[in-house]
């Protein structure tokens, strides 16, 4: 079977030459220049577009492409010119709405001769690298008109004039003034940018550098930055209405440089009305507005925040300081949580909640609060107030929110061991008179300060509770013996037992208790000891209460709550009616001041004057006489003298307590320095020092001259030893 070969087939060109018409093009482009004279002339209506597209396609088919679009740039710029000629002919305002309505009627022509023109701009504008119909209709219309010599200026000068216009309060066509703005970005960014807003910033900062003057000099701080906001606002609003949304960072740009941030200093420092007199009025929309301007521009809160920390701290040593603040311990902490009540507020509501401003606020107050050696045990002593008294009637919620702002105030404290020291005696004062208003609130407290501290911390407290409920039960114990034993009329006691590490450590002197109460003591302790093996019990009178019955003259009965002190003072008056200070101090054996402080309760106490002086004084004196007052009365049957107590510490006792502190901190910091080098076994003197500190502030900071002392002492007993050849460097001895 034979196989056919396969052919292959080729289309070759028509070979035979078409002569072409010599003055084919002439009459072809001749159609279209006309047509678009007709074009521009508003006379396109009877025109065949199907027509001028096949002559515009043949003459690009047929090589004429290059005649065609150079006839098409030289007919446009004729009309143009023309055009030009007309905006340049208007008269002042009517300038843009010639421009407006010749820019408009010049891109309807565009749209046309580009539908006319569609192939060439797909073929030879693209083979030649020509710029494409409508880009050139812009260029043209660019070069031509909008940078005509006669338009530019006048056109630039119109617009800016507009806008100073609406600055100063007249009405202007933003619908025009929009229509020019945005020729101005279709004709491209350079020429919105070099042509109009270049210029428009300059004169927008020289407008607002003058009127930022004449403001600030007749305008207190609110009043100005009122004005500057509403700048700001108006040239926003400006943007979105007829300019470049791009230019609206480069205008906001200007008016805050021109109107906030050459003028920052003056106006926080503006005296009756700058950023500290809007605190103190507390002011909040004025703080508010000033935050949100300043944060606009660089280092704008950095000043906010500088100047307010200095009053803060200016004012707040001034309050720790105040000779007048510190006779009441509750009005100088109340004080402080007043002002940290203010600021809170302040930056809550006019800053934002700005982070940086509220670790300002905390270390200012940090700051002034531990200028005052006494702030720990005033802080304390707030608290024994809203124990005792302050929280009857209190909500639950606004209990916590109490112990949260005490919380708060104790976190500023550097010497956190000290508040912990007076703390623990006021507690035990409390609990041991029964005067707390709510346990629950005690030990809300205890918790608190137990998350923010640790167990450390708040054991002992939790101790004194313990020991409270364990001596309730003992009690019962000892009730039940007596009842079951021989029944006496004698006096009923309430004994508390505490354990001694628990507690504040007390001064170990006793008074002489009257006979029929010892014989009592002698058998608690007797029933004590027979159920508690290896106790020692020893008594503390100077923490203890009586209730005493009392006859008075004409027969009047009164039940007398006194201290134990004050007890062992009015039974001596069982036997004599005038004793001398000395008789006093030799029958009941009560330390001097607390002698005299008695004494004063008794006897200078208007309404509780079991006693008379004499002389008549407030003070005590050695050489007083004191009388059994027989003409006492009161209208309540149950009369409870308190004891005059220094509210605060006196000078010998505040000593007393900053020595057992500093006691107590020696073990705690070498311990610190015993855990440290014992896990990086070499470490320099300096290195030491700052992991010391490191460790123990969250309780106190050291002083590194008792940390070097510590240190010493702990070469000597041989747990580190100094390096031979650098004697700054220690080794840890295992």
Known sequence: MSTQKKKNFRIEPFRHRVEIDPRYAERTWKILEDAIHEIYNHNASGLSFEELYRNAYNMVLHKYG??????????????????????ESAQGGLLL???????????????????????????????????????????????????????????????????????????????????????????????????????????????????????????????YLTKAESRLNEEIDRISHYLDPKSEAKITDVVEREMIANHMRRLVDMENSGLVSM?????????????????????????????????????????????????????????????????????TLAFNNDKTFQNALNSSFEYFINLNVRSPEFISLYVDDKFRKGLKGVSEEDVETILDKV????????EKDVFEKYYKQHLAKRLLSGKSVSDDAERSLI???????????????????TDMKTSKDTMQGFNTMLSNGEMNDGPTLSIQVLTTGSWPTQSGATCNLPAEILAMCDKFKTYYLSTHTGRRLTWQTNMGTADMKATFAKGQKHELNVSTYQMCILVLFNSADCLTYKEIEQGTGIPFMDLKRCLQSLACVKGKNILRKEPMSKDIGEDDLFVF????????????????????????EKQETRQKVEEDRKPQIEAAIVRIMKSRRVLDHNNIVTEVTKQLQSRFLPNPAVIKKRIESLIEREFLERDQADRKLYRYLA
């Open 66 to 87: 290059d005649k065609l679009y150079t006839g098409l740039i030289h007919t446009m710029t004729q009309h143009l010119k023309e055009m030009a000629v007309s905006v």
């Open 97 to 223: 709405e010639e421009l407006n309505r010749k820019w408009s009627e010049h891109n309807k022509a565009l749209q046309m001769i580009r539908d006319i023109l569609m192939y060439m701009d797909r073929t030879y504008v693209t083979n030649f690298n020509k710029t494409p119909v409508h880009e050139l209709g812009l260029i043209l219309w660019r070069e031509n008109v909008v940078r005509s010599p006669k338009i530019k200026e006048r056109l630039l000068d119109t617009l800016l004039d507009l806008i100073h216009r609406e600055r100063t309060g007249d009405i202007i066509n933003r619908g025009l003034m929009r229509n020019i703005t945005k020729m101005l970005m279709d004709l491209g960014p350079s020429v919105y940018q070099e042509d109009f807003e270049k210029q428009f910033l300059n004169v927008s900062a020289d407008f607002y550098r003058l009127e930022s003057q004449q403001y600030i000099e007749c305008c207190d701080c609110g009043d």
């Open 279 to 347: 605190i103190t009025d507390d002011r909040y929309d004025d703080l508010s507005r000033m935050y949100n301007l300043f944060r606009l521009v660089p280092s704008g809160l950095l000043i906010i925040r500088d100047v307010m920390v200095a009053h803060l701290r200016e004012t707040g040593k001034q309050l720790v300081m105040d000779p007048e603040t510190l006779k009441d311990p509750v009005e100088f902490v109340q004080r402080l949580l007043d002002e940290k009540d203010k600021y809170d507020k302040i930056i």
């Open 407 to 414: 919380m708060m105030l104790f976190r500023y404290l550097q």
């Open 447 to 465: 918790v608190k300060l137990k998350t923010e501290c640790g167990y450390q911390f708040t054991s002992k407290l939790e101790g004194m509770f």
């Open 629 to 652: 007052n027989d003409n006492f009365t009161s209208k309540f049957y149950k009369v409870k003298i308190g004891t005059v107590v220094a509210q605060k510490e006196s000078e010998p």
